[in-house]
Nanobody, 130 residues
Framework: QVQLQESGGGSVQSGGSLRLSCTASGFMISRNCMGWFRQTPGKMREGVASMSIGGGSTYYADSVKGRFTISQDNDKNTLNLQMDSLKPEDTAMYYC???????????????????????WGQGTQVTVSS
């Protein structure tokens, strides 16, 4: 059974940092499409960051480039998102998501922007105050 469990959300002031983690069970993150998405009420879901299968390449939304870093720990089967220089507009519910490898193998960048992943965590709230 595939499960994704996020942790690490919270409240921080503008300019601060948070680190999100997503622990996966039932599959190996290194062999599947993995990424972080976020959503705020009234707005469309946004792909934030993703990794190619195996973790060789990373992809980011323009809004977070240079501030967020996605990584994976294969030993712990965990996907991480380091968020620095946070801004109030980063306030959202953040979700870890996964898809079978065929969904992103040939279009890893496109998966972040145009996909609807099959598996989702329950989400973790990030709130950035000005």
């Amino acid at each position: 059974q595939v499960q994704l469990q996020e942790s690490g959300g919270g409240s921080v002031q503008s300019g601060g940092s948070l680190r999100l983690s997503c622990t996966a069970s039932g599959f190996m993150i290194s062999r599947n499409c993995m990424g972080w998405f976020r959503q705020t009420p009234g707005k469309m879901r946004e792909g934030v960051a993703s990794m190619s299968i195996g973790g060789g390449s990373t992809y980011y939304a323009d809004s977070v480039k240079g501030r967020f870093t996605i990584s994976q720990d294969n030993d712990k089967n965990t996907l991480n998102l380091q968020m620095d220089s946070l801004k109030p507009e980063d306030t959202a519910m953040y979700y870890c998501a996964a898809d079978p490898p065929a969904k992103c193998l040939f279009r890893p960048a496109g998966w972040l922007t145009a996909s609807s992943p099959k598996y989702w965590g329950q989400g973790t709230q990030v709130t950035v105050s000005s």
